[in-house]
């Protein structure tokens, strides 16, 4: 597991610091102060003239969630997170007793974050029930300064509060397993969903017999081999073959475009440094007007 910790505050570019952390397996379970500490140490090694002290930061996640030093990493960060460290330690949360007993309780009472879209409440499978959950169906998209689920495109917001509190668009129960990623999907999905799965180890085998495969099909095993639906990915094919009637080509240009849109996102959302408004909603650089005299 690798995760990405960005230090973006100090106003002179010289101060920031990236910094990508291969976790030994064994973090995985360990505690997210672990993070900060190793971040904070090569920080500190780096900058002799601007040293941190680690109790004054707090790290948060890409969705400005704030992770407690106690809290396990596995439970909050995902591979490949970026994480921000932001100053002004984590607000005081005393441990719950659930979570230092979590695992001893039955698993109906168990302590869980739901990781639906837009949701992140704390539930128990004992109290969960089918309209429990408010939530989006696809994931966040932060193009230049709007803020929107890729599911409510005609909703979008322009600042962190009134993004969260665009209203879920889809009901059903609480989950703590994450969508998109290993998730058990539906019997309708096609074979080889996931990159573990043994149908797609052999690379002879994704070769032998294939070259005639079109690149959508192509697209499509490797989309759903990284955790994507089958179904949404059909959904949107037959859609643009009834747009396009039927123009292989055509289509194939129109999932082109889609997807280098996608591309574009994740690289906003990974540079917000480029002058534009940070998307994280960092501290608000100062910025004269144009008749402004000092
Ligand atoms: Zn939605
Ligand atoms: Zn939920």
Same mark, same amino acid.
């Given at each position: 597991?690798?995760?990405?910790?960005? %230090?973006? $505050?100090? +106003?002179?570019?010289?101060?920031?610091?990236?910094?990508?952390?291969?976790? @030994?397996?064994?973090? /995985?379970?360990?505690?997210?102060?672990?993070?900060?500490?190793?971040?904070?140490?090569?920080?500190?090694?780096?900058?002799?003239?601007?040293?941190?002290?680690?109790?004054?930061?707090?790290?948060?996640?890409?969705?400005?969630?704030?992770?407690?030093?106690?809290?396990?990493?596995?439970?909050?960060?995902?591979?490949?997170?970026?994480?921000?460290?932001?100053?002004?330690?984590?607000?005081?949360?005393?441990?719950?007793?659930?979570?230092?007993?979590?695992?001893?309780?039955?698993?109906?009472?168990?302590?869980?974050?739901?990781?639906?879209?837009?949701?992140?409440?704390? %539930?128990? $499978?004992? +109290?969960?029930?089918?309209?429990?959950?408010?939530?989006?169906?696809?994931? @966040?998209?932060?193009? /230049?300064?709007?803020?929107?689920?890729?599911?409510?495109?005609?909703?979008?917001?322009?600042?962190?509060?009134?993004?969260?509190?665009?209203?879920?668009?889809?009901?059903?129960?609480?989950?703590?397993?994450?969508?998109?990623?290993?998730?058990?999907?539906?019997?309708?999905?096609v074979r080889g969903?996931?990159?573990?799965?043994?149908k797609l180890?052999k690379i002879e085998d994704f070769n032998a017999g294939k070259s005639d495969e079109k690149p959508l099909d192509l697209l499509k095993r490797a989309l759903v081999a990284?955790?994507?639906?089958a179904?949404?990915f059909e959904?949107?094919r037959?859609?643009?073959?009834?747009?396009?009637?039927?123009?292989e080509k055509?289509i194939t240009?129109?999932f082109?475009?889609?997807?280098?849109?996608?591309?574009?996102?994740?690289?906003?959302?990974?540079?917000?440094?480029?002058?534009?408004?940070?998307?994280?909603?960092?501290?608000?650089?100062?910025?004269?007007?144009?008749?402004?005299?000092?």
């Amino acid at each position: 597991m690798k995760v990405f910790i960005h %230090y973006e $505050e100090p +106003a002179a570019e010289s101060l920031r610091q990236t910094l990508k952390i291969t976790l @030994p397996k064994k973090w /995985e379970m360990g505690p997210c102060s672990n993070l900060m500490d190793t971040f904070i140490k090569s920080y500190n090694a780096k900058h002799p003239e601007n040293q941190m002290v680690a109790s004054q930061y707090r790290l948060e996640t890409e969705m400005r969630q704030v992770l407690q030093p106690h809290t396990t990493v596995c439970e909050k960060v995902h591979d490949r997170a970026d994480l921000y460290v932001k100053f002004g330690s984590a607000p005081a949360a005393p441990k719950p007793m659930q979570t230092v007993n979590n695992d001893m309780l039955d698993p109906l009472d168990r302590c869980r974050a739901c990781k639906l879209f837009g949701c992140n409440k704390k %539930y128990t $499978e004992r +109290a969960n029930s089918d309209d429990a959950c408010r939530h989006h169906t696809k994931p @966040p998209v932060f193009h /230049e300064t709007a803020k929107y689920w890729s599911c409510c495109p005609q909703k979008k917001a322009y600042d962190w509060e009134s993004f969260m509190q665009i209203k879920g668009c889809a009901t059903g129960r609480h989950s703590d397993i994450k969508p998109g990623a290993a998730a058990p999907l539906g019997g309708s999905h096609v074979r080889g969903q996931t990159a573990t799965d043994p149908k797609l180890k052999k690379i002879e085998d994704f070769n032998a017999g294939k070259s005639d495969e079109k690149p959508l099909d192509l697209l499509k095993r490797a989309l759903v081999a990284i955790g994507c639906s089958a179904d949404d990915f059909e959904a949107a094919r037959e859609k643009l073959k009834e747009k396009f009637k039927d123009d292989e080509k055509e289509i194939t240009a129109e999932f082109c475009a889609e997807i280098g849109f996608g591309l574009h996102n994740l690289i906003g959302t990974t540079q917000p440094a480029t002058g534009g408004p940070d998307p994280y909603g960092g501290p608000p650089q100062f910025k004269p007007p144009p008749n402004f005299a000092p």
